[in-house]
């Protein structure tokens, strides 16, 4: 005969593992919801991340060079090029004379920035120098 003892831990073993069991089995599906509501989720940013990059290749690039509001203000990429080739100044010098880095000059001949509109008047009057002013204005700096 068994003893009454052994009997009732093993019932109470019983009933604690199947309590367990159902609270265990409603976290397991809960956690499985939350990963399947991730990886949806997941899945959205990412569709979501190539229709911005499909837009944002569709779109019209901003114009290499800043306009301002006159005609007369409107410095191009292009045209900044051919002012420092007109004057024969490298990069760095014509930063000098128009108050810049030669590197702000380099990226804006390459398209990569704009010069700000404060800027704009300094690069516009260097279009009236010819190339011995301008070598005079550097010798003086």
Do not use: C
Not at 12 to 33: D, F, G, Q
Request: hydrophobic share 40%; proline share 4%.
């Amino acid at each position: 005969m068994a003893n009454i003892g052994t009997v009732l831990k093993a019932e109470i073993s019983r009933l604690a593992r199947k309590e367990v069991r159902t609270e265990v089995e409603a976290l397991r599906k809960a956690s499985t919801a939350y990963r399947r509501e991730i990886a949806e989720l997941k899945r959205r940013v990412a569709d979501l991340e190539r229709g911005l990059k499909k837009t944002s290749k569709a779109l019209p690039q901003p114009p290499v060079a800043a306009a301002a509001e006159s005609n007369r203000m409107r410095v191009t990429a292009a045209g900044l090029r051919t002012l420092r080739a007109k004057l024969g100044l490298s990069a760095a010098d014509f930063g000098k004379l128009a108050g810049v880095s030669g590197q702000s000059i380099y990226h804006w001949e390459q398209g990569k920035s704009v010069p700000r509109k404060s800027q704009l008047p300094k690069l516009i009057s260097l279009r009236a120098l010819g190339k011995k002013e301008a070598r005079a204005r550097l010798g003086q700096e």
